[in-house]
């Protein structure tokens, strides 16, 4: 079984430390929804965040997806709330106080900031990861470098998925 170890030092440390532990389990795994789980208790676990997981594109909604933490929405439609409106700019959103976004979408009246970043497979957004704080001002560009990068990483395998699903070695 894999056990994850959670770095201590800064927050960039930390961010490598679990940058490394996902390639490691993501080499022996290419689907995306398995590998959004484990990013998502990764990170829980690793920053102790109130909320992390992913919705999904589906249709004119967004749907919610493979999460750690509380139980969430469902559905958010396009341009509502934090999500919708990463889906909508195509760009990540950072809030540092969830009171003064207007439109934001409390699943948890815990959440005070929070940070979405869209997951785009050939140029669409097909997911967002909404990573949510119990405290005021949570997130920064290191944050935002850090999880900008791990989701250009399941990006791929939202590419790869299709290119199995379509060749001769999956017909369908
Ligand atoms: N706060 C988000 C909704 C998702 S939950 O927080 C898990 C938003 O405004 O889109």
């Not at 791990?150 to 017909?171: D, Y």
């Amino acid at each position: 079984m894999e056990v994850l170890h959670t770095a201590k030092g800064t927050k960039n440390e930390k961010y490598e430390v679990l940058k490394s532990q996902l390639s490691a389990l993501w080499s022996g795994e290419s689907d995306p929804i398995a590998n959004m789980g484990n990013m998502a208790s990764a990170i829980k676990h690793t920053f102790d965040f109130h909320w992390v997981g992913f919705y999904l594109v589906r249709g004119q909604e967004l749907v919610l997806g493979p999460f750690q933490g509380p139980i969430a929405c469902t559905r958010i439609g396009f341009g509502k709330g934090v999500c919708g409106t990463a889906w909508k700019e195509k760009q990540t959103q950072l809030v540092p106080d969830v009171e003064l976004f207007e439109g934001h979408i409390a699943c948890s009246a815990l959440t005070r900031s929070e940070i979405v970043i869209p997951v785009f497979k050939n140029g669409k957004v097909v997911a967002v990861l909404d990573v949510d704080s119990a405290l005021v001002n949570d997130f920064d560009e290191i944050d935002q470098m850090h999880l900008e990068a791990l989701s250009r990483e399941i990006s791929v395998f939202f590419l790869v998925q299709n290119f199995f699903f379509n060749s001769k070695f999956f017909p369908r």
